[in-house]
């Protein structure tokens, strides 16, 4: 597995790169970049330094003793919601914007659905000085006006997506068009584990310092390695940032939780690797939500993190060789984490892993009691509140 993907970026045959000509040039630059800037000590020291000191790293590894009593076995939160902006995202978009800035690129584009990638993108360019046009679905606008502001008031310019569902892969849309046109200052920094190779690479590496804490944190508190994984899914990098590094560890489960929005019975939802088909999509071959003719299905979710109606290679992969099992559970579930852990540890997730704490609770009579499972609480629920008090207020 650490071979992969391969040198045209397959995960067995999931990934590849199917873009425009025009952006051939730029991923391959790309490529070299990361292949000998990433790989560089004077990078890894700078990036590491900003890591620690700026977004806050390590983020405690969290014993909620409160929930495990609640589901009757002892569960741990990776607490990403503690990092600077509130979320995994700056993981990501501190490493690219970094990588950019030292490959010469003087403007940073990046597209948003919850608004996290957006201000971390937003984030990071303020720190590193460089120039920052964020892409938003106008529907995740109006659901996320709080992240908007956020992103202006750190330099941002953001455009307003008003074809086709007005969400996510609309916003990506744009961004890809942009990066088309403007390709020699521009940098695209995407916000998971998806797009042309070698974005899922790039993404997974700077995400994987989650699992990597993970594993020194719980075997310090242990003495031994988790039985079950959890995180919520939706391109997909704070799963990937998590399971990655315990790939090797086979006793060590994994589980993905999709958005089920209204239900895998009807047409509102974002449950790519429950109920998608294998095809191409944003330059790359993974499950996608389409129809018999390969059109787009349109996806909902209560959480516009997870609107997405493609999912990242890797994670296809994970699901073909049985690595990973993917559960998808509904909105309904969804706000019952978002309540449940308020109420029993003082903490507001984000509606994305709320989905995971969702799973949990549905099915916790599955669980054994001396199952020892770590959840990735990949962000903060302020930016939800809006949309909590509608349902539960």
């Not at 360019?125 to 892409?135: G, I, M, N, R, S």
């Not at 584990?193 to 310092?209: A, K, L």
């Not at 349109?298 to 993190?305: D, F, I, K, L, R």
């Amino acid at each position: 597995m650490r071979k992969l993907p391969d040198k045209k970026g397959y995960f067995s045959e999931f990934g590849g790169r199917f873009v425009p000509e025009t952006l051939i040039y730029a991923l391959d630059e790309l490529e070299q970049a990361y292949k000998k800037i990433g790989g560089n000590r004077k990078f890894k020291q700078e990036l590491n330094y900003l890591l620690r000191y700026y977004a806050g790293r390590p983020t405690p590894l969290y014993h909620a003793r409160n929930l495990s009593r609640y589901l009757g076995f002892k569960i741990y939160l990776k607490r990403e919601d503690l990092a600077h902006t509130g979320a995994h995202k700056i993981n990501n978009t501190l490493g690219q914007v970094l990588l950019a800035k030292k490959m010469g690129k003087t403007r940073i584009i990046a597209e948003t659905g919850a608004g996290q990638h957006g201000v971390a993108t937003a984030t990071a360019c303020a720190l590193l000085k460089l120039k920052c046009v964020v892409y938003m679905g106008e529907e995740d606008v109006h659901r996320q006006a709080l992240n908007v502001f956020r992103m202006k008031l750190l330099g941002a310019e953001v455009r307003v997506v008003r074809s086709g569902s007005r969400t996510l892969k609309d916003a990506i849309n744009e961004a890809i068009r942009d990066w088309v046109t403007n390709v020699r200052d521009t940098h695209y920094v995407i916000g998971s584990v998806v797009g042309p190779h070698p974005y899922p690479v790039i993404v997974r590496d700077f995400q994987s310092i989650i699992g990597k804490e993970t594993r020194r944190q719980i075997l310090k508190l242990e003495s031994r390695l988790p039985d079950y994984l959890i995180a919520c899914v939706g391109g997909g990098s704070n799963a990937l940032g998590l399971f990655y590094p315990f790939f090797s560890d086979r006793k060590v489960k994994f589980i993905g939780v999709e958005a089920g929005g209204s239900g895998l019975n009807t047409s509102k939802h974002a449950a790519t690797l429950c109920k998608g088909k294998i095809g191409v999509f944003h330059g790359f071959k993974s499950y996608i939500l389409q129809d018999k003719g390969g059109q787009i299905h349109p996806t909902y979710s209560v959480s516009a993190g997870l609107d997405y109606p493609g999912v990242g290679p890797e994670h296809a992969y994970y699901k073909k060789i049985n690595r990973a099992s993917y559960y998808a559970v509904n909105d309904r579930w969804a706000l019952e984490g978002f309540k449940i852990l308020s109420r029993l540890e003082g903490i507001m997730p984000a509606l994305e892993p709320s989905h995971a704490i969702g799973f949990l609770i549905k099915e916790r009579k599955k669980f054994k009691k001396d199952a020892l499972v770590i959840l990735s609480l990949s962000g903060r629920g302020d930016k939800d509140i809006d949309i909590v008090k509608k349902y539960l207020g």
